[in-house]
């Protein structure tokens, strides 16, 4: 059975999207368009065509997936030579999804990103000095070095349900998860309650091939994951993940929908997470053909190539671009290795949700 994305980009001109006789619900609404590069794969292009207009931000969402590749290789040799305790978590051929969701965002949306999502967290304006001091339990970091790399940030007040309570307009929510965490309960449970209630979210799945070393075959049965969005009452797109063009089209899209009132979106991703679980797995459950599917391209080496076909950027930029993005890193390792680790007999620390509310207090007893 073919996804129904799929089936909406094989259907004749004029032929209705749902049940016999209803409307075409895409065709119906101008703030909705097909899923393009999904029409542009069913409908072959005449070589005399023109090429599509770049993106943008296609060069901006390029040089945060270089900076992220560059971080995480520098911390992944720190974790293989000791100095990182814990687990490390790389994003390496999931960036472009990455990127894209968090470069559309603005200020009053809330991002709720994975362990593999630093590319969108950049994007997003995390600073990467703040990635490296919780890596490195520095007491100056956002987690002041009580917690690893799977929380930390700083908290949002509230939920998407509560901000809507108070009154404010123009945010939306945005989330991520990968394919096996959609098949929790807890998973069904929020995407239903988010369309009963309407709220104006981003759900963006993506299906790296594996949950940990369980393939797909033995996580779902359904021919799509995108298949579920007409269930939950979703709009549902899926898109090529090693296609930076494609995540920041679909992705972006469905940020503007989102925002412009339109039901919770789902978009389904397709690429291969070209690193292990963690450092600590060698991932060699990956089969030889796994390996050579279209979505087991490295997407930043798809963007690059783009980049050069397109003359959008000449070999020097380019090598300029990698040398600031290793500065950068250095110099966020370089600080944060500088500073101090917690120390357990005078540590002040206390949840992170009250942490305002210590300070003020402990300002109050200085005055």
């Not at 490390?88 to 999502?117: H, M, N, T, W």
């Not at 919770?264 to 991932?283: I, N």
């Not at 080496?301 to 890193?329: G, S």
Request: with cysteine; glycine share 10%; charged share 25%.
């Amino acid at each position: 059975m073919r996804s129904w994305a799929h089936r909406m980009c094989a259907l004749p001109p004029g032929r209705p999207l749902g049940p016999a006789g209803g409307e075409n619900f895409l065709r119906s609404r101008p703030d909705v368009g097909y899923n393009r590069p999904m029409l542009q794969t069913a409908r072959p292009k005449k070589k005399s065509q023109p090429k599509a207009p770049v993106h943008e931000k296609y060069l901006e969402a390029f040089r945060w997936m270089l900076l992220t590749r560059t971080f995480e290789e520098k911390l992944a040799s720190m974790y293989r030579g000791g100095r990182i305790t814990g687990g490390v978590y790389i994003g390496k051929g999931q960036e472009a999804v990455s990127v894209a969701c968090g470069i559309f965002l603005q200020k009053g949306d809330i991002f709720a990103p994975l362990i593999r999502d630093q590319a969108g967290r950049s994007a997003f304006g995390e600073p990467l000095v703040d990635v490296a001091r919780t890596y490195l339990g520095s007491r100056a970091g956002p987690m002041r070095g009580r917690d690893g790399n799977i929380h930390r940030g700083k908290p949002r007040d509230g939920s998407l349900m509560a901000k809507r309570g108070r009154g404010e307009k123009n945010f939306i929510g945005l989330t991520t998860i990968g394919e096996g965490g959609m098949q929790t309960g807890a998973s069904h449970e929020g995407m239903n309650i988010a369309a009963v209630e309407h709220v104006p979210l981003v759900v963006v799945a993506t299906n790296n091939h594996y949950a940990y070393s369980t393939p797909n075959e033995r996580e779902f049965a359904c021919a799509n994951l995108v298949d579920r969005a007409r269930g939950y009452g979703f709009e549902g797109y899926e898109l090529d993940g090693t296609d930076l063009a494609q995540c920041l089209d679909v992705i972006g899209s469905a940020v503007t929908r989102a925002r412009a009132g339109r039901p919770p979106q789902l978009v389904v991703a397709s690429t291969l997470r070209l690193a292990g679980h963690g450092e600590h797995d060698d991932f060699r459950y990956v089969t030889d053909d796994i390996r050579k599917e279209p979505f087991a391209i490295d997407c930043l080496q798809r963007a690059e190539a783009f980049i050069k076909e397109r003359e959008l950027a000449d070999a020097p930029t380019l090598q300029r671009w990698r040398e600031e993005a290793a500065e950068e890193v250095e110099n966020a390792f370089s600080a944060a290795q500088s500073e101090p680790v917690p120390n357990g007999d005078d540590e002040d620390w206390s949840a992170i949700s009250r942490r305002d509310l210590v300070d003020e207090i402990g300002e109050g007893e200085s005055s």
